[in-house]
């Protein structure tokens, strides 16, 4: 990066966009994915088989690999778009772009890896894993979007349109007994035309040069129509779930189970630490004296144990789990005390009264570390793409700190 373009970037408050390229670069293996699924999909076509009573592994392939390539090519056209309309800038993005670029590249792997899974092992069934049809990651916010934003936006969709459309056409080719799957096709077509309507009115707004004031409607047809392509997709290839389908943004919440809250004057001190790293925390003494400064300074101990009672009750009704990486090794625990562990949502819940999506990653952060200087008490539920680091911080409110 050029001493001119680091300075156009650092006035216009833009970021780095090196670690998303790195993403983008290993992404790239999709559309090697989106090829095999094709050919599986025009097989399945010559052969007549009907994808209703086809096999769920081939279904499940299909589905996995569109939510991957749909994905990276949101992420591809936010960079490219941005790119494109300040050169001199090229390498860095503005903190919308970088967010949502982050949160789709960040699920890209998992659903590569489940692609393959499934066409290697017949016997494998992705909705097991995870509550089909899978939303899209939560949606940066900006006020205003900037228009670039807005135009990778508007791009994507019309990459992604197009593949849609072609399993659409492929896809009733293949149902012989139409007549009987009437409903579930007449549904297919409608969201294939809600969200084809969405991007064409958001395309005309934006030819006309929006003013600022406008961008926030074109950004809600935009996210609205991609949200129906993502499902689409899936819908398409895995029909016996059109039928319980109620549209994007549309899910019932999945409440904790069994609610089961610790005794605020009888408790473990270390309930909120990932159990898989709880024993070693344990052994260093400059953890146990963090751990119980923590609580010390807990004005409200009984909340914090009750939004920990919420995360083991969903864990063990399996609307989370514990995050893993694709060779399967647990993500670990988050950087700071009381190190909480890293977990990947399975299907909606609400926890600390904080709605999540499926394929989120969250953890708690817990932390009495402003406190002595007037700050307030920390206990939130944080929502990212975690990524390894060796980064230790005992967050202890005396001062008290590891690098």
């Known amino acids: 990066m050029s001493f001119m373009t680091r300075m156009a970037a650092a006035f216009k408050g833009e970021v780095r966009a090196d670690e998303l390229e790195a993403y983008r670069r290993a992404g790239g293996l999709v559309y090697t994915e989106l090829e095999r699924a094709e050919a599986l999909r025009a097989r399945l076509a010559v052969e007549g088989v009907n994808l209703w009573h086809g096999p769920q592994a081939a279904a499940g392939q299909l589905l996995c690999t569109w939510n991957a390539f749909v994905l990276q090519a949101i992420g591809e056209h936010l960079l490219d778009a941005d790119y494109a309309a300040d050169p001199s800038t090229v390498g860095y993005v503005p903190q919308v772009t970088a967010l949502q670029v982050d949160a789709c590249f960040a699920q890209v792997e998992g659903w590569v890896s489940r692609a393959r899974q499934a066409a290697g092992n017949s016997r494998y069934l992705v909705e097991k894993e995870v509550l089909l049809p899978a939303d899209l990651p939560e949606w940066a916010e900006a006020s205003p ?4 934003h807005l135009h990778g936006m508007l791009a994507a969709s019309r990459a992604i349109r197009r593949h849609a459309e072609v399993a659409l056409g492929v896809f009733e080719q293949t149902v012989a007994d139409a ?14 035309a809600e969200a084809a309507t969405a991007a064409d009115y958001a395309e005309g707004l934006l030819d006309a040069d929006p003013a600022p004031r406008m961008h926030e409607a074109i950004e809600q047809r935009l996210q609205r129509a991609l949200e129906i392509y993502y499902h ?22 999945v409440p904790p189970a069994n609610l089961k809250v610790a005794d605020v004057r009888d408790f473990d001190p270390w ?3 990932d159990p898989q790293k709880r024993s070693f925390w ?9 751990i119980k400064e923590m609580w010390e300074y807990d004005p409200a101990p009984a909340l914090t144990l009750r939004i920990q009672a919420e995360i083991d009750a969903a864990r063990e009704s399996g609307a989370i789990t514990f995050a893993i990486d694709a060779q399967g090794k647990p993500f670990g625990c988050y950087y700071c005390c009381p190190w909480s562990a890293i977990y990947l949502v399975r299907r909606p819940v609400v926890v600390g009264g904080r709605a999540l999506r499926a394929m989120q990653q969250f953890t708690l952060e817990v932390s009495a570390e402003d406190m002595p200087k007037g700050g307030p ?23 008290l700190h590891g690098d």
Not at 145 to 148: K, M
């Open 145 to 148: 979007c900037p228009l670039p």
């Open 179 to 192: 007549d009987r799957h009437r409903y579930a096709l007449e549904r297919l077509r409608q969201l294939a």
């Open 232 to 253: 689409l997709g899936q819908l398409i290839a895995m029909p016996g779930l059109i039928g319980g389908y109620r549209g994007p943004g549309v899910r019932q919440v």
């Open 271 to 273: 309930c909120l630490t």
């Open 282 to 290: 344990q052994a260093d003494p400059r953890a146990r004296q963090a």
């Open 377 to 399: 008490f920390k206990r939130e539920i944080i929502v990212s793409s975690f990524r390894p680091t060796n980064r230790i911080d005992y967050c202890d409110p005396d001062g």
